[in-house]
């Protein structure tokens, strides 16, 4: 089969009918729930991360495989690409965010006089955070645009000089992302519940934004598959891609636990301030984040054959990116809407309208290049390979 | 199993599986030369020390270490965590890099997870004898009692009696059954009837059997799974005995990884300390590569770099926090009494490290071997620097106290580094130090025959 | 009467040709012998997929149970304690030692039935056929039909793939 994606009419029509429906939820959401501002910019706040982790996931997986001289992922390669495209658009989404930073963040309202939130002020206003967002965004597009121009001048000339550039590129990626990655947690995420603190938050929302990546992968391979193409990926790409989906559910799971038992063991009212409402308020949703987490996707995925179904895994990536999804709502919603938030027409409305608008991005881009790059020294490992 | 022209050989020299049998059984087979007889003369009499010492603290009591009520922690838990750490790398090696099918793991494997036991044996050895009745150890184990107690599960102590129990046992497994088929090449090989006869019992009776090695290979790999998050387990629970108290420097979320982190930091330098000098010695130099080397450092810049973003993210949330204890735990660190010892710290594990960004210095072997031994000590510092500045001023300024080894404490370390070594040197005259049978498994695709020598 | 064929390759490779030659004419392999494990020869040579795993996740499993519920029964049940505040049932505290234990029992239980299953131990009886097989010898022994009408066959076949030393024995049951 054509190794060149084609956007088809009928795909195009079904992803923007996602988004249509999205509009319509939140439409009909919005007479039946009146959100308030305030709900509405949170329901922002969380599809902008969980779309833009999308995104910064395929900066990640290329990075990360280059400079482990790792060979079988260079026939998946374009995947990757491609999600990085809606970095620009994940960009603007988040600079809306200064319309609603009175409703999300705390420490952004003036005349407070909380001691606490005074000491922080050096770090938290507004004018250093919007610094921040354009340094994390510079350097997150300007590599990832810079592998993918790498890639695609290797596509053109069997030049091992672009191999080189690449891998340099990946290092630099890769150093930029850990120190980003951390302060963008730190900056979106943690300072909603300013008062708190933790060492590990960063780490934790990096493990989370891998699952959802490799969640997506799986999904944008099964897709591919069914349309025909991507043939030369075969069931041992399946199967390592199911490895990562298995060993980071738990390695999730772990790091989610060392945070919550740390908290939990020295019980310093500052810091089990931030479990308390979670596990009182939101109870189920709690434990059900844990489950669709951790529990199913290790229970599903141990044996050697689950990870070699495409079927199956493309179940366990739904579950996993469902389970992503609510644990980035968890981390948001306690400390803006609070108890009363529930999760309605409103939510999957947004929820919609994201998804219709990054497939599109996202597909649009898979069809500007072919999905086999060329000219990679460590290609031909790609297919030939058995473990 | 197709390998692209580009990589390295894993193995130089065109080997033949016949060349790999003969080369590597060769320091078993072989007399030991007066380097190996002065080495251990060295060795053993650092263990003779250490044992002394710890004859006399069991004797007269812990009030002979420099221990006080501020300080109840110093050298005895440093040199535990250090020891433990450096125990990850070999299970690293033999398990997260075979399930990432690193194939270049198969000619240190064995070693690093020799080293992984050796090193545990010593860590073990301070929870013992930093007890206060270190006779009444059994204490530990949860068995039935006339006084109807148990252990207190609730206690990350236990915790670590249980994890460390563990992963003394499994890596024990994981290394003897990977050794087995390699010991019956050496009782194959065995021309004396009695070595014949112990390598024989040893061999568990191994014959090569294809259902035999598909089982084999099926355990390996499970027990690969199973090593990889025990792994990570174990150096976070040994975190958790600090994590989960409250005082500033001690009790902060990112210690379980971040401390996984650097324990497999420390345990590669170590790797590399022993196998830079191994390589030469025992003439391993074709299966050992510089590439090999390469990739050790490399995965110790990675390593080092977390650690070090680690400690910035400590710093930035200690400010972040707006808690006036945990920011002077911080200035105290490097201001203090301590101050030393924290700069020691940061300019061995943050900044030497990052030298390895040049290619020049990842393939030098002195570069190498000198940066393995600044890691070392720039790991040990790092645990010198949590436990006893954390401890020594924390929330009464009228508790805090300054701590200074007494030569006992320091007369044991010595006695491990000691005990350590003599292991390994007793390890590369009755086993095989790299796992023979691995690397004819991988001859085929990355030896010299098949690959260019040349790139790299 | 048992009769069988011997042969060696110097070449895993040239082993892997004849048995798939040998099971394409429906010949028994009884065993092969190498230095180091075959891949592809597994399922030429029929071997159903190891039982090992499972044996570790049923272990693994057994020890979950036993230490979570071992801990519980004691901190719950026979001598609950408050220690530093905790609760009687401290889920959290119980995890570290449930994890370790259920990796242990794991190991063992796979280990166990690893040496169980291959007859392997410190003192058991084992021919062991040729003492270069584990280093660098590949050895095939297939069984051959009482009669001896295969014995040209197999000869031919192992001949073509440049097997060494071949021998026909005989043993008496």
């Known amino acids: ?166 891998k340099f590129l990946a290092a630099i990626f890769m150093v930029f992302f850990a120190i980003s990655s951390s302060t963008m947690s730190w900056d979106w995420i943690m300072s909603i519940d300013a008062h708190w603190f933790s060492t590990l938050f960063g780490w934790f929302v990096f493990i989370g934004l891998f699952e959802i990546g490799i969640a997506t992968i799986i999904l944008m391979i099964s897709f ?164 | 199993m197709y390998v692209s022209p580009i990589r390295e050989p894993l193995i130089r020299g065109k080997k033949t599986y016949n060349k790999i049998t003969q080369e590597i059984a060769a320091p078993i087979e072989g007399k030991a030369g007066k380097a190996w007889y002065a080495g251990i003369a060295l060795t053993g009499s650092a263990v003779l020390l250490g044992l002394i010492m710890i004859g006399y603290t069991v004797w007269e009591g812990i009030g002979t270490w420099g221990l006080n009520k501020t300080i109840g922690w110093g050298w005895g838990i440093t040199n535990f965590v250090w020891w433990i750490g450096i125990g990850h790398a070999g299970t690293f090696i033999s398990a997260i890099l075979l399930l990432f099918r690193q194939k270049w793991r198969t000619s240190i494997n064995r070693s690093a997870e020799a080293m992984t036991l050796f090193a545990v044996m010593c860590a073990g050895l301070f929870p013992l004898i930093h007890m206060g009745r270190p006779l009444l150890a059994f204490f530990v184990f949860p068995y039935p009692n006339t006084r109807g107690l148990w252990v207190n599960f609730n206690s990350p102590l236990l915790w670590d009696v249980f994890a460390i129990s563990t992963y003394f046992t499994v890596s024990l497994l994981f290394w003897y059954i990977g050794l087995i088929p390699d010991i019956g090449t050496i009782r194959d090989r065995m021309k004396s009837k009695a070595k014949k006869w112990i390598y024989g019992m040893l061999s568990f009776g191994w014959t090569g059997s294809a259902k035999h090695w598909q089982r084999h290979e099926s355990i390996s790999l499970i027990l690969a799974g199973l090593a990889a998050p025990l792994v990570l387990s174990v150096h976070s629970i040994v975190s958790m005995d600090f994590a989960t108290s409250v005082i500033p420097g ?58 070090g973003i680690a400690y910035i993210t400590e710093l930035f949330m200690a400010w972040y926090s707006g808690v006036e204890y945990e920011q002077y735990a911080f200035m105290n660190r490097a201001t203090g009494p301590y101050w030393w010892a924290y700069w020691i710290m940061m300019s061995c594990n943050v900044i030497s490290p990052q030298l390895l960004w040049f290619k020049k210095l990842r393939r030098s072997l002195v570069f190498s071997f000198i940066l393995s031994i600044f890691i070392n000590i720039g790991m040990w510092f790092e645990r010198f620097v949590i436990i006893v500045t954390s401890l020594h001023r924390d929330y009464l300024p009228s508790s805090w106290e300054m701590y200074k080894p007494t030569i006992v404490e320091v007369g044991i370390f010595i006695g491990t580094l000691g005990l350590f070594f003599t292991l390994f040197l007793l390890f590369i005259r009755v086993f095989p130090v790299i796992a023979i049978a691995e690397v004819k498994g991988v001859l085929k695709s990355s030896g010299e025959k098949n690959l260019n020598p040349d790139k790299n | 009467m048992r009769r069988y064929i011997s042969a060696y390759f110097e070449d895993e490779e040239n082993l892997l040709r004849a048995a798939k030659d040998l099971k394409n004419n429906n010949i028994s392999i009884q065993d092969v012998l190498s230095p180091f494990p075959i891949h592809g020869l597994d399922p030429i040579l029929g071997f159903k997929k190891s039982l090992i ?100 066959m197999v000869e031919e076949i192992l001949l073509k793939e440049m097997a060494q030393e071949i021998q026909v024995k005989e043993i008496e049951l």
């Not at chain 1, 290797?154 to 080189?164: E, G, S, T, V």
């Open chain 3, 53 to 152: 795993p499972t044996v570790g996740f049923i272990s693994g499993a057994i020890g979950t149970i036993v230490a979570f519920g071992f801990q519980t029964w004691a901190f719950t049940v026979d001598y609950p304690l408050f220690i530093g505040g905790k609760p009687h049932f401290s889920i959290p505290s119980f995890i570290p030692i449930t994890f370790e234990l259920t990796v242990l029992f794991a190991a063992f239980g796979m280990v166990t039935a690893f040496l169980v299953r291959s007859k392997l131990g410190p003192g058991a009886k084992k021919t062991i056929h040729d003492e270069r097989i584990t280093d660098d010898h590949f050895v095939i022994i297939v069984d051959l039909e009482e009669s001896g009408s295969q014995d040209g």
């Open chain 1, 224 to 387: 591919l598959k069914k349309k025909g193409y991507l043939e030369f990926i075969n069931k041992e790409h399946i199967h390592d891609m199911g490895k990562y989906l298995f060993a980071f559910s738990i390695f999730w799971m772990y790091l989610w636990f060392s945070q919550y038992l740390l908290i939990w063991y020295s019980h310093i009212p500052e810091e089990t301030a931030y479990f308390a409402p979670r596990l009182h308020d939101f109870t189920i949703l709690f434990f059900t984040v844990l489950v669709l987490n951790f529990v199913i996707p290790f229970l599903g995925l141990m044996t050697r054959n689950s990870k070699r179904n495409l079927n199956w895994l493309t179940v366990m990536a739904i579950v996993v990116l469902c389970g992503q999804w609510l644990n980035i709502y968890m981390l948001v919603i306690p400390g803006t809407i609070g108890k009363t938030a529930q999760i309605g027409l409103v939510e999957i409305g947004f929820v919609c309208l994201y998804l219709g608008g990054f497939l599109y991005v996202v597909f649009s881009s898979l069809a500007k290049a072919p999905l086999l790059s060329k000219n990679d020294p460590l290609l031909e490992e790609s297919f030939h390979y058995e473990t």
């Open chain 1, 1 to 166: 089969m054509d190794n060149n994606y084609t956007f088809t009419r009928k795909t195009q029509y079904w992803v923007m009918s996602i988004a249509g429906l999205g509009i319509l939820l939140l439409i009909v959401g919005y007479f039946i729930n009146s959100p308030s501002r305030q709900e509405l910019w949170t329901n922002i706040l969380i599809n902008n991360l969980y779309f833009l982790f999308i995104a910064l996931f395929g900066g990640v997986f290329q990075a990360l495989h280059k400079i482990a001289y790792s060979g079988w992922h260079t026939a998946l390669q374009r995947i990757p690409e491609a999600l990085t495209s809606f970095l620009p658009i994940a960009a603007v989404l988040m600079f809306v965010l200064y319309f609603g930073m009175h409703d999300l963040y705390h420490w952004s309202h003036e005349g407070l006089h909380d001691p606490i939130l005074e000491g922080k002020a050096a770090y938290l206003n507004i004018p250093f955070f919007f610094i921040r967002m354009t340094v994390y965004f510079l350097g997150w597009i300007g590599l990832t645009y810079l592998l993918r121009k790498n890639s695609l001048h290797q596509d053109a000339f069997a030049d091992m000089k672009y191999y080189k550039r690449g």
């Open chain 2, 250 to 307: 001690w009790h902060t979320t990112i210690f379980p990884p971040y401390f996984v982190s650097g324990a497999i930091f420390s345990g590669f330098a170590m790797v590399l300390t022993l196998l830079i000098i191994t390589r030469k010695v025992l003439n391993l130099e074709n299966y050992i590569t510089v590439g090999h080397v390469e990739s050790m450092n490399k995965i110790i810049i990675a390593t080092g770099s977390i650690v």
